[in-house]
């Protein structure tokens, strides 16, 4: 299973390099590029350093005692990607994919943004390496995310609104690409998720993997075994992406991907693109798409900016249609209730993407048994969700 | 069923004559305009029609093709509403080589092979997919070989020259250079680069090579038709459209002036 992608980058049926020909030689060079440091060792020790020094990692794996209690089952443990520098797991990917457009002479940034913490760990890694950096922002985000949007410009980043279709991720990725297209002799897209063209989706995968490397050390040292669930959001898949890929082979471990229901999935109003979608092609890849039935792209709708998508990572596909990983969909209310009851339970605020998989646990903690071990990826923090949370609770 | 590119290149070939192809979003204004224009485009010299798709995410076109395509898509105009037309615009003896432009997507969804036959049997001559590389769906692309539609390939400034041999090699019908690195729209000044390009793709293949992206004048038109076996205009048509058909129609007989006196 890890050698997946294919040398095309297709995971199965999924995948592969959807590109305007303008693209593809920006895409080739980057292939080669990634090829060529993920066997550089001097890369990888420029990158930990940034990592441990700089970040914050590793990230703490916690035992929430209290959390468990309450569903007196199970034991719950959190990695603490919230604890990073910036805030989220997204910091993880922008330093690697920083360095590396660094190495192939890139001189300038540009990135999509949902919630606004990929647009704020890019803004982040552009000053650490003294790159220019654009950030595409679709208009509804910049409104709900308006602190990010005052960080990004703190951090010298040029936020651009984007008017055009939903006015939020999708859009804004589009933007991305045609800034891409145009500039692509001095830019390097940092992508923030698993999703995209060749190689993106290994590429991305491989950088956020530390989360799920670490994960496994830490379980082994602290319950001297490996768990029996692993849960995490899917909005395109990055964090989910990065915490599964090191348990892919080890069958004892269940696999949980949870998806934005919004306001559910038999509304029109939802952004589970796995649940409800079926295969199609955006952005460059081949996936489960949100489309009517003429191909024209959905709009998703979450109350987290950061999984309103209506795609997903080809390899979350590949991993629905194997069985090897469990897609549901939580809703934006269980979602507030997973963000409450972990924010007065354990004293830790997480983001409303992670708040998914807490709004998970209800159904999944009575089947658990006494000793099985639940590990939830909070992938960032709640601060950027103050003021949503606020017009709920 | 003859197909009508291969005929117009082969005429065009032996008369020496430039081509001019024209590119509108089907639905847009509505669906009768869009016949309207493309029976007056063959009137005025339009040598091939690309009839652009509407699609909800075009990443590789600007604001004004963005616009044209959402307009159209408020009418959920759909893949048989492109056939529909063409097979009516067939019926009517229109001869013009109609060449469908559009997002891998909604192809998709129509089922690849489905979409070659109905496309042929339509009276469809040939297909632009901007978002589809030869690398990727090549059972499409040999299904709509042996339906005898063209897959006509697209060459970009940023393309090595092994990778463009291999384009132009796959590429029927003609070749559509990609004038600028960017996405469509009108501009002030084109590459200055192009015309290398252009003489380089030129000396690679015997197929014309036509230019396309970013051009909108009748100046413009001229000039690269000098270069180029012809030139390709979208969103400068999509431009005089907004502001009515007759305007569209007056601007394509300007442009098919200018590429023909050349």
Known sequence: MSQLPDVKGHFGPYGGRYVPETLVKACEELTAAYRKIKRDKKFHEELRY????????????????????????????????????TGAHKINSTLAQGLLAKRLGKTRLVAETGAGQHGVATATAACVFGLKCVVYMGAVDIERQALNVYKMKLLGAEVRPVHSGSKTLKDATNEAIRDWVTNVEDTHYLLGSVVGPHPYPEMVR????????????????????????????????????????????????????????????????????????????LHGMKSYLLQDKNGQVLLAHSISAGLDYPSVGPEHAYLKDSGRVSYYAVTDGDALKGFEVLTKLEGIMPALEPSHALGYLPKLMPKTKKNDIVIVCISGRGDKDIHTVQQYL | MKNLLSEKIKQAKRQKRKLFCVFLTLGYPSIAATERLILSSAAAGVDILELGFPFSDPL?????????????????????????????????????????????????????????????????????????????ETEFQSECRKQKLHFVQLVAPTTADPRAKMLVGKSQGFVYYVSLRGVTGTRKALP???????????????????????????????????????????????????????????????????????
């Open chain 1, 206 to 281: 491989e950088f956020q993997s530390v989360i799920g490397k670490e994960t496994r050390r830490q379980i082994v040292k602290q319950a001297g075994r490996l768990p029996n669930y692993l849960i995490a959001c899917v909005g395109g898949g990055s964090n989910s992406m990065g915490f599964f890929h090191p348990f892919l082979k080890d069958r004892s471990v269940r696999i949980v991907g949870i998806e934005a229901a919004g306001e559910g999935v038999s509304t029109p109003h939802h952004a589970a693109s796995i649940t409800k979608g079926r295969p199609g092609i």
């Open chain 2, 60 to 136: 590789a076109d600007g604001p004004t093709i963005q616009f044209s395509s959402q307009q159209a898509l408020k009418k959920n105009v759909s893949i048989k509403d492109a056939f529909d037309v063409v097979t009516r615009l067939r019926k009517k003896g229109c001869k013009l080589p109609i060449v469908f432009f559009g997002y891998i997507n909604p192809v998709f969804s129509y089922g690849t092979k489905a979409f070659a036959r109905d496309a042929r049997s339509a009276g469809l001559d040939g297909l632009i997919i901007p978002d589809l590389p030869p690398e990727e």
């Open chain 1, 50 to 85: 940034y990592l441990e020094s700089y970040a914050g990692r590793p990230t703490a794996l916690y035992e929430a005692k209290n959390l468990s209690a309450k569903f007196g089952r199970g034991r719950i443990f959190l990695k603490r990607e919230d604890l990073l520098h």
């Open chain 2, 192 to 262: 200055a680069d192009l015309k290398a390009h252009l003489l380089k793709l030129k000396r690679m293949t015997t197929k014309p090579v036509l230019a396309g992206f970013g051009i909108s004048t009748p100046e413009q038109a001229r000039d690269i038709s000098r270069m180029a076996d012809g030139v390709i205009v979208g969103s400068a048509v999509i431009e005089h459209l907004k502001r009515g058909v007759s305007a569209a129609e007056r601007f394509i007989q300007k442009m098919s002036q200018a590429v023909h006196g050349v």
